[in-house]
């Protein structure tokens, strides 16, 4: 069987995100991490195949982005994926979330995995939903939010997701495509030699027309989706303190604010 | 960190150590300060990531890294606890080190292999009670009996010695006319009697102890006579890790005294609002970026196979005084709390000190310094 985990560059947790205004686009300027949720991820896959439950023959991290994104790839192969794809085009920069799903299904259709594993949410564009469009174009089953994965043998899953009421447990069937939450794992550190070795391991950069691409599809003008704007959220009123001195009558000030908005 | 100017795999190495340190280290640090203790599960756990071994070569079971991977490594772990970047700078630099470039290919092939891995620990035994800066000076000497090469002597202040396997010890060599040579014991070896440990001021996580060796078996390390030659290049390449070991303590003082600085409300406004305040932290991180990049500099020099002594020299001097400097001046800023043990600003205040003295005290340091600059004239007979 064969994994893939897609990945993603994104601006490290330390860095204070913002837009550039002239393109409505992140400013990716700054120091770059691979995304943490994908982390998860490939642990997810790791385990998968250490635990035998799944004759996992293969882990291959893939991603789409500029050059400097080969960083994530080298991480993600020093977190164990055994080789990784980087899709790099020009032709793509821009792509709004379907655009990008659309790509990265066209490389993951070469591929033919058996199960597709992603981080539920991207550090920086925060939109969830890169693993559904995959698993529509790829006409896979999907699920969001994964906290737990069991194998049932041979090609069904048992999954656990986090639900905001609760826990759902579900089963699929494979391939399927599965994002999972920072809850299903603790990440491995890379040891050293991994580190080392990363570069050593197979990456094959494709283009657009490498994987069959339609370039009419992709790209920021072609992209259904277009920012428009953005703006500060509101701010909020500054709170009022009430200094507790006569405790009776600090009681009977929070009891009328609180009876003013009718919250009790 | 200038991280601008390192390569992806020390970024990587750093990052790793990082979180190793955040995760593993830091929340245990006072604990094991308060117990004098330094559990070998951590050991175990830095020598499967590869991190005993960071700059020991891959044929002999290390890592491969360079040796500013290596100075990266000590940096982020001392931050986390000094003593533990201690354990991992004696164990690395100066216990195994000396054999990969001094051992002989069957020495270097037997002995490195389970320190790189972290399942033995190193030591390196130089210091006596009446000899410290002028190594020269030891009484420990060894006799040859039947082809066997038998040491006695009494060595002080052993880092890593409780739990060390491996020793590199000096002693006085018949075959060199009573010069220093260096030579391997191994932990159990006959006669060999571990003394005592240490009262220490800081780093109590960190082993620190006395060993006897009466007619100890010992192997020789290097030719007869090179005692002297084979720990001084070893302190050369150590100077930077203690200079990096610095650089971490204090890097740990600046983040907690920040951190303070925004949360402490004092006449109210936090007190990062204070100029008294926002003047000290300014000068602190200037100074310690100072120290990283002179720790930087003197192992990049090393790393492309230049003369260090005098960089190396003058990286632990700067490093260090700014680790005692202002690991005290964040205690300062913490007031109060920070001269008591629920902040740990006094432990790296405890911590720092003795980076001024080991491997080369700053006096012996400007003196290196200023043998570089002056030649002859700077040395005295």
């Given at each position: 069987?064969?994994?893939?985990?897609?990945?993603?560059?994104?601006?490290?947790?330390?860095?204070?995100?913002?837009?550039?205004?002239?393109?409505?686009?992140?400013?990716?300027?700054?120091?770059?991490?691979?995304?943490?949720?994908?982390?998860?991820?490939?642990?997810?896959?790791?385990?998968?195949?250490?635990?035998?439950?799944?004759?996992?023959?293969?882990?291959?991290?893939?991603?789409?982005?500029?050059?400097?994104?080969?960083?994530?790839?080298?991480?993600?192969?020093?977190?164990?994926?055994?080789?990784?794809?980087?899709?790099?085009?020009?032709?793509?920069?821009g792509s709004d979330?379907a655009a990008?799903?659309?790509?990265?299904?066209?490389?993951?259709?070469?591929?033919?995995?058996?199960?597709?594993?992603?981080?539920?949410?991207?550090?920086?564009?925060?939109?969830?939903?890169?693993?559904?469009?995959?698993?529509?174009?790829?006409?896979?089953?999907?699920?969001?939010?994964?906290?737990?994965?069991?194998?049932?043998?041979?090609?069904?899953?048992?999954?656990?997701?986090?639900?905001?009421?609760?826990?759902?447990?579900?089963?699929?069937?494979?391939?399927?495509?599965?994002?999972?939450?920072?809850?299903?794992?603790?990440?491995?550190?890379?040891?050293?030699?991994?580190?080392?070795?990363?570069?050593?391991?197979?990456?094959?950069?494709?283009?657009?027309?490498?994987?069959?691409?339609?370039?009419?599809?992709?790209g920021g003008d072609n992209s259904a989706a277009q920012?428009?704007?953005?703006?500060?959220?509101?701010?909020?009123?500054?709170?009022?303190?009430?200094?507790?001195?006569?405790?009776?009558?600090?009681?009977?000030?929070?009891?009328?604010?609180?009876?003013?908005?009718?919250?009790? | 960190?200038?991280?601008?100017?390192?390569?992806?795999?020390?970024?990587?190495?750093?990052?790793?150590?990082?979180?190793?340190?955040?995760?593993?280290?830091?929340?245990?640090?006072?604990?094991?300060?308060?117990?004098?203790?330094?559990?070998?599960?951590?050991?175990?756990?830095?020598?499967?990531?590869?991190?005993?071994?960071?700059?020991?070569?891959?044929?002999?079971?290390?890592?491969?890294?360079?040796?500013?991977?290596?100075?990266?490594?000590?940096?982020?772990?001392?931050?986390?606890?000094?003593?533990?970047?201690?354990?991992?700078?004696?164990?690395?630099?100066?216990?195994?080190?000396?054999?990969?470039?001094?051992?002989?290919?069957?020495?270097?092939?037997?002995?490195?292999?389970?320190?790189?891995?972290?399942?033995?620990?190193?030591?390196?035994?130089?210091?006596?009670?009446?000899?410290?800066?002028?190594?020269?000076?030891?009484?420990?000497?060894?006799?040859?009996?039947?082809?066997?090469?038998?040491?006695?002597?009494?060595?002080?202040?052993?880092?890593?010695?409780?739990?060390?396997?491996?020793?590199?010890?000096?002693?006085?060599?018949?075959?060199?006319?009573?010069?220093?040579?260096?030579?391997?014991?191994?932990?159990?070896?006959?006669?060999?009697?571990?003394?005592?440990?240490?009262?220490?001021?800081?780093?109590?996580?960190?082993?620190?102890?006395?060993?006897?060796?009466?007619?100890?078996?010992?192997?020789?390390?290097?030719?007869?006579?090179?005692?002297?030659?084979?720990?001084?290049?070893?302190?050369?390449?150590?100077?930077?890790?203690?200079?990096?070991?610095?650089?971490?303590?204090?890097?740990?003082?600046?983040?907690?005294?920040?951190?303070?600085?925004?949360?402490?409300?004092?006449?109210?406004?936090?007190?990062?609002?204070?100029?008294?305040?926002?003047?000290?932290?300014?000068?602190?991180?200037?100074?310690?970026?100072?120290?990283?990049?002179?720790?930087?500099?003197?192992?990049?020099?090393?790393?492309?196979?230049?003369?260090?002594?005098?960089?190396?020299?003058?990286?632990?001097?700067?490093?260090?005084?700014?680790?005692?400097?202002?690991?005290?001046?964040?205690?300062?800023?913490?007031?109060?709390?920070?001269?008591?043990?629920?902040?740990?600003?006094?432990?790296?205040?405890?911590?720092?000190?003795?980076?001024?003295?080991?491997?080369?005290?700053?006096?012996?340091?400007?003196?290196?310094?200023?043998?570089?600059?002056?030649?002859?004239?700077?040395?005295?007979?």
């Open positions: 069987m064969k994994i893939c985990v897609l990945v993603k560059e994104v601006p490290d947790a330390a860095v204070q995100k913002k837009i550039d205004p002239s393109t409505g686009r992140m400013d990716r300027s700054g120091e770059k991490n691979l995304n943490p949720y994908d982390t998860h991820a490939i642990e997810a896959a790791m385990q998968l195949k250490e635990s035998g439950a799944m004759a996992v023959d293969e882990v291959v991290a893939v991603t789409m982005g500029p050059d400097s994104a080969e960083r994530a790839l080298h991480k993600a192969v020093s977190l164990g994926a055994d080789r990784s794809i980087h899709l790099a085009d020009d032709s793509l920069a979330v990008t799903g659309y790509a990265l299904s066209k490389v993951l259709e070469k591929e033919a995995p058996d199960l597709v594993l992603l981080g539920q949410q991207s550090d920086d564009g925060e939109c969830y939903t890169i693993g559904a469009v995959v698993a529509d174009h790829l006409e896979f089953p999907s699920l969001t939010q994964v906290i737990k994965i069991d194998v049932e043998g041979g090609t069904k899953l048992r999954a656990e997701r986090q639900a905001e009421y609760g826990y759902d447990t579900v089963e699929i069937n494979l391939p399927a495509v599965i994002s999972v939450g920072d809850a299903i794992n603790e990440p491995r550190y890379p040891s050293l030699k991994a580190i080392m070795g990363a570069k050593k391991k197979p990456l094959d950069k494709v283009s657009a027309a490498d994987s069959g691409i339609d370039a009419a599809k992709v920012w428009t704007g953005s703006s500060e959220p509101p701010k909020k009123e500054a709170g009022r303190i009430i200094e507790d001195e006569d405790t009776a009558e600090t009681v009977d000030q929070i009891v009328a604010w609180l009876d003013e908005r009718k919250l009790i | 960190m200038s991280i601008e100017f390192l390569s992806d795999e020390q970024r990587e190495i750093g990052e790793l150590a990082r979180r190793f340190a955040d995760e593993q280290v830091a929340p245990q640090a006072a604990r094991w300060d308060r117990d004098h203790e330094l559990p070998r599960e951590t050991l175990t756990a830095l020598g499967e990531l590869g991190l005993m071994g960071v700059c020991v070569p891959p044929e002999l079971g290390g890592s491969g890294a360079d040796f500013v991977s290596y100075t990266l490594v000590l940096e982020q772990i001392s931050r986390a606890d000094a003593g533990l970047g201690t354990a991992l700078a004696v164990h690395t630099g100066a216990g195994t080190m000396p054999i990969v470039v001094h051992g002989s290919e069957e020495q270097r092939q037997r002995l490195v292999p389970p320190l790189a891995q972290g399942h033995e620990i190193a030591s390196f035994a130089l210091t006596e009670a009446g000899s410290g800066s002028d190594a020269g000076a030891m009484l420990s000497r060894v006799e040859e009996q039947g082809g066997e090469l038998l040491l006695s002597g009494t060595k002080q202040w052993v880092s890593n010695g409780s739990q060390a396997h491996n020793f590199t010890v000096f002693a006085l060599d018949p075959a060199a006319a009573m010069k220093p040579s260096a030579f391997v014991a191994r932990r159990g070896a006959a006669g060999m009697t571990l003394l005592g440990e240490a009262e220490k001021l800081g780093q109590h996580s960190s082993s620190t102890a006395d060993i006897g060796f009466d007619a100890t078996p010992v192997e020789r390390l290097g030719e007869p006579g090179d005692g002297m030659k084979i720990a001084l290049s070893t302190l050369d390449g150590g100077r930077i890790g203690i200079a990096a070991q610095a650089t971490g303590i204090a890097q740990a003082a600046l983040d907690l005294a920040v951190g303070y600085a925004k949360e402490r409300v004092a006449f109210g406004r936090p007190i990062g609002g204070f100029g008294a305040i926002q003047q000290k932290l300014a000068e602190m991180q200037t100074e310690i970026e100072a120290a990283r990049a002179l720790t930087l500099r003197a192992a990049r020099l090393k790393d492309a196979g230049l003369s260090h002594t005098i960089e190396g020299a003058q990286a632990k001097l700067f490093a260090s005084r700014v680790a005692r400097h202002w690991t005290g001046e964040a205690i300062q800023i913490l007031g109060g709390y920070g001269y008591t043990k629920d902040f740990p600003a006094e432990r790296y205040f405890r911590d720092a000190k003795i980076t001024e003295i080991y491997e080369g005290t700053s006096e012996i340091q400007r003196l290196v310094i200023a043998r570089g600059l002056l030649g002859e004239i700077a040395r005295e007979d």
